[in-house]
């Protein structure tokens, strides 16, 4: 019998949790099979400012907009770089990889993502966020559990 390409999604991020995420994920879930794994590294940038209040009240100017698209975009591409260097330094060069960035909230663009995607498995970490803070700021990783449409691997670093 034939063994199937598996998708692997890895939801990465800014934060050491999610790198940790990616490196368990080449190391058990990639490296040690035969077949041919597709990675798909997957960023979800927060949704543009049409307009946008400060907290005096203030409109922000056209290029303060474009200034904080700017940044947007720079920091996707320093998560990615530092996705790829994570996979050069534990010898991956030869995964067959592709770069997505989403835009909009989080936890709703990564299961639209893992469907669209067509993927096995979503590979993502754990904040650690106790009770009180998981109540008040929600949970990414509990949301895609409960709703993608794929096995989920929620891994915790230690």
Known sequence: MEKKDRRIVVAVDESQES???LSWCITNLISDTKNNNKL???????????????AAG?????????AMEKYSMQLA???MKRAEAICRSMNATNINMEKVVGIGDAKNVICSAVHKLEADTLVMGSHGYGFFKRA????????????????VVIVKHP
Do not use: E, Q, T, W
């Not at 960023?43 to 209040?53: F, I």
């Not at 008040?136 to 096995?151: E, I, N, Q, W």
């Open 19 to 21: 790198m940790y995420a």
């Open 40 to 54: 798909v590294l997957l960023y979800v940038r927060p949704p543009s400012a049409v307009y946008s209040l400060d």
């Open 58 to 66: 203030y409109i922000f100017s056209n290029d303060m907009i474009d």
């Open 77 to 79: 591409n320093s998560v």
């Open 136 to 151: 008040l700021l929600g949970s990414v990783s509990d949301h895609c559990a409960k709703h993608a449409k794929c096995p």
